[in-house]
């Protein structure tokens, strides 16, 4: 299990959400919701690294072992942004592959054009990224997000550049995965119809010192 307790962020020694508690189990995604600024997107990247003036507070467990401050949950985690990120030198294929260095390079082509061709981008692999459409382009940081099979996917709204129908199939491969692989989801996402059909949906509230 995915275990948070009492964890909340401080920047600059200024708390920015009231601490929360709660428990993901494998193949569930928790969803985060609350208004613009209150932190939501600072707690995802501070699972993953360091951040000047940024503390991450109370405690978080992956699977019975506590979080290693130093790593964080680095090591573990694929993250897929509000913007695709990708390299403009490196190809389609080659921007997935930046994420499987932990896999078989025998593993590497088979898996990105699986990915490619699940989420409508089939025959794409050479493709110079920049040259796609910006709805492509978020398909591509999913699919890199998706390859080494992540045990914590966090998801700092992803849908947002996406039309109605790349929206479900992009949610499709998303929650498919985790629900197949039986890892984890952080979801951050103000549209109430981008959660997942279950799963805990927490708000973050202003923090009473704060207030």
């Known amino acids: 299990m995915l275990i948070l307790d009492k964890v909340s962020v401080k920047r600059a020694n200024r708390l920015l959400f009231q601490p929360v508690s709660c428990v993901i189990k494998p193949g569930e995604i928790l969803t985060l919701q609350g208004e613009s600024g209150r932190g939501k997107s600072t707690l995802l990247h501070a699972l993953i690294h360091e951040e ?5 507070v109370g405690q978080v467990r992956l699977d019975g072992q506590c979080m290693n401050m130093s790593d964080r949950l680095s090591e573990c985690a694929q993250t897929v942004f509000q913007d695709p990120m990708l390299f403009s030198h490196l190809s389609v294929g080659a921007n997935i592959a930046l994420s499987m260095h932990r896999l078989p390079r025998s593993e590497h082509e088979y898996r990105i054009n699986a990915l490619l061709n699940q989420l ?5 692999a050479r493709e110079d990224p920049f ?3 910006r709805g492509q382009m978020m398909r591509v940081a999913v699919a890199r997000a998706l390859a080494p099979h992540p045990r ?3 998801l700092d709204e992803p849908f947002s550049a996406l039309d109605t129908e790349t929206r479900e199939q992009v949610k499709t491969a998303l929650f498919g995965q985790i629900k197949n692989d039986q890892s984890y989801g952080i979801l951050v996402t103000h549209h109430v119809e981008d959660r997942p059909p279950k799963g805990e949906c927490v708000c973050l509230m202003p923090s009473l010192s704060n207030v």
């Open 131 to 133: 040259c796609l459409s």
């Open 152 to 154: 914590l996917l966090l």
């Open 120 to 124: 409508g981008l089939d025959g794409m």
């Open 52 to 56: 000047p003036q940024v503390e991450l």
